[in-house]
């Protein structure tokens, strides 16, 4: 390799350029150790995305930022194949520090970049920004680079201080900031049970064959996940409780012929529902147990119903 003719950095003719920022905690932290060199580029390229996406405002129901950043987008900047791109992908995800959603139809996925800060150490430096907002007369002790965290002045100890029944503030209590942690996880769990449920229904191959139905496959995928993800013991269905890890269990087990099974029930329905939540979800659990009985009933249907070029059943002769 060809050394490059470059000239030296005078004075602060360093600062004018742009960089990717990959934190100093990736390198430094115990627990990415284990984690490749490239992974943590890849990391430093999507956090420097996520910024470009507040501002463009693309949040989920959540208000959590996401990212578009393909495979093949990672392999040309880090200048490696497809398949070492594809593992450092999933190098990310098994760390924690990211989140990939599919959204089928050949579109990419949704990727949430996580903060790499770990839950113990976002607590930590908490617990030091409110120490630091006693401190008036006394020098600041030293703290990471990583986390930035200065001084406040008076002015800010007193918006402090009124944003301290704020739940949404770092200085909510303790019971609620775990609160909120739970909640985290338990988005991520529900995120993680909507993609299982989605691959085993097909759902991109039920959305190509009937476009039309998209938002009422969407409503049954809501259903179950929303199902599967209770906190309660039972899930009520037909009126009984069901125990959760039950209905679990049997939703995790619908494929597309279930799906397509209910919409034809559905649809085919006359009568008035009152609660069709209620009545759809009921629709779905039952589905393993009843698909084969309605199918074999129209098959005997219509074997029982003379074809046109038949005479009407009372007055064929044996």
């Not at 350029?17 to 992974?39: H, N, Q």
């Not at 578009?68 to 098994?94: H, M, N, P, S, V």
């Not at 009124?162 to 996880?185: G, H, Q, W, Y």
């Amino acid at each position: 390799m060809m050394a490059l003719n470059l000239d030296y950095f005078y004075g602060n003719e360093a600062g004018q350029f742009t960089f990717y920022r990959v934190p100093k905690i990736l390198f430094t932290g115990e627990e990415y150790r284990d984690l490749s060199l490239e992974a943590k580029v890849l990391y430093g390229l999507l956090l420097d995305r996520v910024g470009l996406s507040a501002k463009n405002g693309w949040l989920d129901e959540a208000g959590r930022v996401f990212i578009y950043f393909t495979q093949e987008d990672a392999a040309e900047l880090i200048a490696c194949g497809k398949d070492k791109a594809i593992r450092l992908f999933r190098e990310l995800e098994d760390m924690g520090l990211i989140l990939r959603r599919k959204q089928g139809l050949g579109r990419p996925a949704r990727i949430f970049v996580k903060n790499f800060v770990p839950c113990d150490a976002a607590q930590t430096a908490e617990s030091d920004v409110k120490t630091s907002e006693k401190m008036t007369s006394r020098p600041l002790k030293s703290r990471s680079q990583d986390l930035g965290f200065s001084d406040s002045n008076k002015t800010e100890q007193k918006e402090n201080k009124k944003s301290d029944t704020d739940l949404s503030s770092p200085s909510a209590p303790p019971t609620e900031r775990r609160r909120r942690e739970r909640r985290k996880i338990g988005m991520d769990e529900m995120d993680r049970i909507r993609e299982t449920i989605q691959e085993n229904i097909d759902y991109e191959g039920l959305i190509l064959d009937k476009p039309y139905d998209r938002d009422l496959i969407d409503g049954y995928v809501d259903l179950m996940t929303e199902a599967c993800c209770s906190s309660r013991d039972a899930v009520r269905i037909c009126g009984n409780d069901v125990p959760a890890a039950a209905a679990r269990s049997r939703f995790l087990r619908l494929t597309r012929e279930h799906i397509g099974y209910v919409r034809d029930c559905l649809s085919s329905t006359t009568a008035a529902i009152g609660n069709i939540k209620a009545y759809t979800l009921a629709a779905l659990y039952n589905a393993p147990a009843t698909m084969d009985q309605y199918y074999a009933a129209l098959v005997s249907r219509d074997l029982a119903e003379p074809g046109p070029n038949f005479p009407p059943a009372a007055s064929r002769t044996a």
